[in-house]
């Protein structure tokens, strides 16, 4: 069955910090796999998006993910992390047995807590 | 920016009753979705909508669920006879091209329902 994980429900990091936020996927064939956050009260917002291509994928607000075939995993990252960052991160990956509408499967999501 | 609009952002209704949600997609957008988030667990979808008929449906889209596109704009969800497990949080999302084609979904800031 197709699925994806966030194994961490909360990610803690203090400002100016490294981040990342991990994800692991199964799917069978090509992954097309995704990133959204989603800010209090607020909908979910595309972050990036990994198709095919280079490995390393940069989006918005500074925010990259890598993708690791032999892991399975696009963790997403960022250099220096921003207290504004805080906020749900979800992992998403198309379902390939759809007909390509745009089926995805989200992630349970991971908490990003940026501290001052 | 464009940007996908929901109504009513919240409402609470009597086990039972009709609901109607309603969407405004990004106006090029060809695509329609809802999705929902039942409190504390994952983004599932529901429902995907194309030239004007369902794409494709999950488990949950059962017959007490309907979706419209009653005009150019409006794309609406009805739940006919609303259970206490229909509390969750609604996402209307659109996109201009399927996912197959890195058409990244829009998503709106949600309609909160309350099944009391």
């Known amino acids: 069955a197709q699925s994806v994980a966030q194994p961490e429900d909360q990610v803690n990091v203090a400002e100016g910090n490294p981040l990342t936020v991990k994800c692991t996927y199964s799917?069978?064939?090509?992954?097309?796999l995704f990133w959204y956050v989603q800010y209090p009260n607020r909908g979910l917002q595309f972050l990036l998006k990994y198709i095919t291509g280079d490995n390393l994928v940069k989006g918005s607000y500074g925010f990259e993910a890598e993708f690791n075939k032999s892991q399975t995993s696009f963790h997403l990252k960022k250099p220096s992390a921003l207290v504004s960052d805080s906020a749900l991160y979800f992992c998403a990956v198309r379902d390939v047995t759809s007909g390509g509408y745009n089926k995805l499967i989200f992630g349970a999501g991971t908490r990003l807590a940026v501290h001052p | 920016e464009p940007e996908v609009t929901q109504t009513p952002s919240h409402q609470v209704t009597q086990m039972g009753q009709e609901v109607i949600l309603r969407c405004v997609p990004i106006s090029n957008h060809l695509y329609f979705y809802w999705y929902r988030q039942i409190l504390g667990q994952k983004v599932e979808f529901l429902v995907s909508f194309y030239n004007n008929e369902i794409s494709e449906k999950s488990e949950i889209f059962d017959d007490q669920f309907s979706v419209e596109r009653p005009d150019g704009s409006n794309f609406t969800l009805k739940i006919r006879s609303t259970k206490l497990e229909d509390s969750a949080m609604y996402f209307c999302a659109s996109s201009e091209k399927r996912t197959g084609e890195t058409g990244e979904l829009f998503f709106g800031e949600g309609s909160r329902l309350t099944v009391l």
């Open positions: 799917v069978s064939g090509n992954p097309y």
